[in-house]
């Protein structure tokens, strides 16, 4: 009985560590919620990689939970703490709100429901996030040459927009089944990006990551487009099945993205 009450505890400990810890940035009036897993073994003498990666709008909300249904297993999994060891942070975007500039708009044809601000502006959830960074990098020793975004849906819309917002910030994204206003091209074009979508995605139509691909190529931009055929909005399942992503994103860093193929 000993023994398995030992094993028990030694799993249980095992498991706690390898958990997103829970965090909140207040700010004003403003609380972010958020969950930070740093990398296994970890050394606050070292510097690490940052990856942060925004959630989509179905789980929105404060409970400081909900952002971690999709992708979180991805960064908690064996693979990718053994070879990727990087500083990895959901935060959580509030209810009734969004984290892209985008005005939505119901009962109108799919390819006219999102509309995205030409010029770039307030934004407060992205400021939250940006002021996020901010606290990261001065709590934590965060790689400057290697901090990467991702985000899905709602969350990929936020990541299109959060580059454009810090085009020499990150050195590489990639978002999935969102979507942007090409005309950001300009100023996303020196961050390589990795761009999926299903080609029957009902909710955020593919043409939406089509339009910003074919702008990046126009601008020379080290950008990669994957179309899942049959397969509708819920195509980050197939992205973070993706053999090659994390090989792809932690091979780059700032100093060689602009070289990146």
């Known amino acids: 009985m000993k023994k398995i009450l030992l094993l028990v505890l030694i799993g249980t400990a095992t498991i706690f560590s390898q958990e997103f810890k829970e965090e909140l940035l207040v700010h004003q009036n403003d609380t972010l919620p958020y969950r930070i897993l740093l990398p296994k073994n970890y050394n606050s003498q070292k510097s690490y990689p940052l990856l942060i990666?925004?959630?989509?709008?179905?789980?929105?909300?404060?409970?400081?939970?909900?952002?971690?249904?999709?992708?979180?297993?991805?960064?908690?999994?064996?693979?990718?703490?053994e070879n990727y060891p990087a500083i990895v942070v959901f935060p959580q975007c509030p209810l009734k709100s969004y984290w892209a500039s985008v005005k939505r708009k119901t009962e109108v044809p799919l390819n006219k429901k999102y509309v995205f601000r030409k010029i770039l502006g307030k934004n407060r959830q992205l400021e939250m996030v940006e002021l996020l960074m901010e606290t990261l990098e001065k709590n934590y020793m965060i790689n400057p040459n290697r901090r990467y975004i991702g985000g899905l849906s709602m969350g990929?819309?936020?990541?299109?927009?959060?580059?454009?917002?810090?085009?020499?910030?990150?050195?590489?994204?990639?978002?999935?089944?969102?979507?942007?206003?090409?005309?950001?091209?300009?100023?996303?074009?020196?961050?390589?990006?990795?761009?999926?979508?299903?080609?029957?995605?009902?909710?955020?139509?593919?043409?939406?990551?089509?339009?910003?691909?074919?702008?990046?190529?126009?601008?020379?931009?080290?950008?990669?487009?994957?179309?899942?055929?049959?397969?509708?909005?819920?195509?980050?399942?197939?992205?973070?099945?993706?053999?090659?992503?994390?090989?792809?994103?932690?091979?780059?860093?700032?100093?060689?993205?602009?070289?990146y193929k």
């Open 156 to 259: 990929g819309m936020g990541t299109f927009e959060l580059v454009a917002r810090n085009p020499d910030y990150f050195a590489a994204a990639f978002p999935i089944c969102g979507g942007g206003n090409p005309v950001w091209s300009n100023l996303i074009k020196t961050t390589p990006l990795w761009i999926f979508h299903g080609e029957d995605d009902d909710v955020v139509l593919d043409n939406f990551s089509r339009k910003m691909y074919e702008a990046l190529s126009k601008e020379k931009a080290s950008v990669r487009l994957t179309i899942y055929p049959e397969v509708k909005h819920s195509s980050w399942d197939n992205a973070f099945a993706e053999a090659d992503l994390m090989h792809w994103l932690f091979s780059i860093n700032v100093e060689n993205s602009l070289n």
């Open 53 to 81: 990666f925004l959630h989509g709008a179905g789980e929105r909300g404060n409970d400081n939970k909900s952002q971690l249904v999709h992708g979180s297993f991805l960064f908690k999994s064996k693979d990718f703490r």
